[in-house]
T-cell receptor, first 113, second 113 residues
Framework: DSGVTQTPKHLITATGQRVTLRCSPRSGDLSVYWYQQSLDQGLQFLIQYYNGEERAKGNILERFSAQQFPDLHSELNLSSLELGDSALYFC????????????FGPGTRLTVT | DQQVKQNSPSLSVQEGRISILNCDYTNSMFDYFLWYKKYPAEGPTFLISISSIKDKNEDGRFTVFLNKSAKHLSLHIVPSQPGDSAVYFCAASVGSGNTPLVFGKGTRLSVIA
């Protein structure tokens, strides 16, 4: 158990809808990262938050947004969903110290029909 | 443009033998490399890492080798065990930590008893 929790585990929704994925980092970790894993692909970095502030942005679509709350949990909002958004979405966290290792949650599997 | 490449989608090895997983990268700014292991329906789990100032790091049955001039790293597992069967991801990072990881597409290792 990495200590990172994600809800829900599975999500099935229709095209055009909006969903929210939730992540709670390990206790004490200030950095939260979101990654997307599509079929047969590696993990693609979407966005990073550090202590409530956006720190880095990857290949995140404009239809997607995220935030980190004062209690350090994070939410990833996906809107106007398309079939191609079906994927595994992972959240990871890392220590506030200089730390390369990231600890991953179990992921949310999103299926858009 | 894939900056981290794992050219073997799959590898099959007999129990007790050595498993060698390879990874190539193109970005010479990468200065830290990590290997993650992923079982089905779970998030990636950190396995072992290496800084660019080293050429080898060992942890039990796992050793990572880095050849900076060739922009190549490899993960050796000796002896391989059936429980090692998983997808292995190579990842790379730039900077002093707390930065996003760039992942390869993964290699599926099957250890046959």
């Amino acid at each position: 158990d990495s200590g990172v929790t994600q809800t829900p585990k599975h999500l099935i929704t229709a095209t055009g809808q909006r969903v929210t994925l939730r992540c709670s980092p390990r206790s004490g970790d200030l950095s939260v990262y979101w990654y997307q894993q599509s079929l047969d692909q590696g993990l693609q970095f979407l966005i990073q938050y550090y202590n409530g502030e956006e720190r880095a942005k990857g290949n995140i679509l404009e239809r997607f947004s995220a935030q980190q709350f004062p209690d350090l949990h994070s939410e990833l909002n996906l809107s106007s969903l398309e079939l191609g958004d079906s994927a595994l979405y992972f959240c990871a966290s890392s220590s506030h110290r200089e730390s390369y290792e990231q600890y991953f949650g179990p992921g949310t599997r999103l299926t858009v029909t | 443009d894939q900056q981290v490449k794992q050219n073997s989608p799959s590898l099959s090895v007999q129990e007790g033998r050595i498993s060698i997983l390879n990874c190539d990268y193109t970005n010479s700014m990468f200065d830290y490399f990590l290997w993650y292991k992923k079982y089905p329906a779970e998030g990636p789990t950190f396995l072992i890492s290496i800084s660019s100032i080293k050429d080898k790091n060992e942890d039990g049955r796992f050793t990572v080798f880095l050849n900076k001039s060739a922009k190549h790293l490899s993960l050796h597992i000796v002896p391989s065990q059936p429980g090692d069967s998983a997808v292995y991801f190579c990842a790379a990072s730039v900077g002093s930590g707390n930065t996003p990881l760039v992942f390869g597409k993964g290699t599926r290792l099957s250890v046959i008893a």
